[in-house]
């Protein structure tokens, strides 16, 4: 079959980018095959999907791929968004890596945090057997074959056998009027018996300008292993996000997924957990609150492949507005997944009678010896909860404020991840006030706000407590 250019996005663009980045081989021809599929792929491959294509595309060829560098000054890039007092980083400027810190004492130890390229270049063996056992695979989906086709950057984080981290890795993306689109690669790798906490921030600084920011990221939690990753996304309001994730839970593992959204003019999410391990567990919490036109397309999928596996995963969203999401979601149990059990919900708050949300929840089950349940629920604000907290002296703002803030408090909690968990509080609110608040570091919380937010809950037993299918 002959391929065709996609706008500018063609082979020799392929090839010039693996070229200027000094590939492989081997690496050149993976990109091909993936760009194939990208040529080829519809926008939805689910038919239960395609009604909402429409509502939730965007123009890809307004966006570009310029192969190169750009020269930025570290300090003043980055100035207000870093307190000195970082430490394990990887700091991103547009498409440039401009600065990595890694503590000598984790160095020494094994761990790895570098980027993808420099990691290619130090273990192309075992890169080549990430990118060839893929788990955002290029035909699960249309942009995850782009981003296999045309990245140009990416982060590789490895904890070894039996480490520990007592604190988090990081990486942070800024973006100021890039000049081209940032398309990268992230893998997270626990070896067995390790533990490691990633978070991941992408913000924009400046007058907003259209920017696209496209990524696959790959979670392995090797056996016994725990890995909790948080995300954090506070674009600027004429940005495209388009974000493909690939979790791997194996033997009695732990991989936690915490996202909280609050930019972009529109956002793609693509989650998958693949529960591959018995006794695995997979929890994914997402949180979103959009106003104006932000348009949210989300979609998860629990995947039960091992038996005695525990996944879940929790979306809640409030909507202002003309915004409009909706929340996709698929439980699937192989009939090999014995004794396992599974949760599906999505709730969303509209704030205003023009803001939108649907949400589609679906189970696939075949074993019946397990325990599975979905839930969804689209509502207006509750007028007797503000009517009660006006009665009270607030006034309608603050008590709106309060009835947010309290419905996004049941998945808040649960966040595993303390800075994760304090800071969104804090984010949310700056967002309702109008303003564009960073993750915030625990002093700077409580001199701020004088509070911080709750310790998180103990996991409450939700399949004894209600399931529609066993």
Do not use: C
Not at 221 to 233: L, W
Not at 260 to 280: H, I
């Amino acid at each position: 079959m002959s391929q065709k250019a996609v706008s500018s996005f063609d082979e020799d663009l392929v090839r010039s980018i693996s070229a200027s980045l000094d590939e492989p081989a081997w690496l050149t021809s993976s990109r091909l095959d993936a760009f194939r599929q990208f040529a080829a792929l519809p926008p939805e491959k689910n038919p239960l999907y395609t009604k909402y294509v429409s509502t939730f595309s965007f123009p890809l060829d307004r966006f570009k791929i310029i192969p190169g560098r750009s020269e930025i000054d570290f300090r003043s890039f980055f100035q207000g968004f870093l307190t000195g007092k970082e430490k394990d980083i990887i700091l991103q400027g547009n498409e440039t890596q401009v600065h990595t810190e890694l503590s000598r004492d984790l160095e020494s130890q094994g761990v790895r945090l570098m980027s993808f390229h420099a990691a290619l270049k130090q273990e192309e063996a075992a890169i080549r057997k990430l990118i060839e056992g893929r788990l955002v695979k290029s035909g699960s989906d249309r942009f995850a074959a782009f981003v296999n086709a045309f990245f140009s950057g990416g982060t590789f984080v490895r904890v070894p056998t039996g480490v520990s981290l007592d604190r988090p890795l990081r990486r942070m993306l800024l973006l100021d009027s890039p000049s081209t689109s940032i398309v990268e690669q992230t893998f997270v790798i626990a070896e067995e018996e390790a533990k490691l906490v990633y978070l991941e921030e992408l913000y924009s600084k400046g007058v907003p300008s259209p920017a696209f920011v496209a990524s696959t990221t790959e979670v392995l939690a090797r056996p016994g292993s725990h890995v909790d990753f948080s995300s954090i996304q506070l674009l600027g309001d004429r940005t495209t996000h388009v974000s493909n994730r690939g979790i791997e839970t194996s033997n009695d593992s732990k991989a936690t997924l915490s996202s909280l959204s609050l930019g972009a003019e529109v956002s793609r999410s693509r989650t998958n957990f693949f529960l591959n391990g018995r006794g695995s567990l997979a929890e994914g919490f997402e949180i979103f609150f959009t106003d104006g036109k932000q348009r949210y397309d989300y979609e998860t999928n629990l995947v039960h492949n091992s038996p005695d596996s525990t996944g879940s995963t929790q979306a809640r969203g409030v909507l202002k507005g003309e915004s409009q999401s909706i929340f996709k979601g698929m439980i699937k149990i192989v009939n090999a997944a014995k004794n396992s059990r599974s949760y599906l919900a999505h709730h969303a708050m509209l704030l205003e009678r023009t803001a939108k949300s649907d949400g589609v929840p679906s189970l696939e089950i075949d074993n019946n010896e397990v325990r599975a349940t979905h839930s969804a629920s689209v509502a207006q604000i509750d007028e007797e909860q503000l009517f009660y907290l006006m009665a009270r002296g607030l006034s309608q703002d603050e008590a709106k404020k309060m009835v947010v803030l309290g419905f996004f408090e049941p998945v808040l909690s649960r966040v595993p991840i303390e800075q994760t968990r304090e800071g969104a509080r804090f984010m949310i609110e700056g967002k309702w006030q109008g303003e564009k608040r960073r993750l915030a570091d625990r002093e700077t919380l409580l001199a701020e706000t004088g509070e911080l937010t709750p310790e998180v809950k103990e996991t409450e037993d939700i399949f004894e407590r209600h399931y529609k299918y066993r």
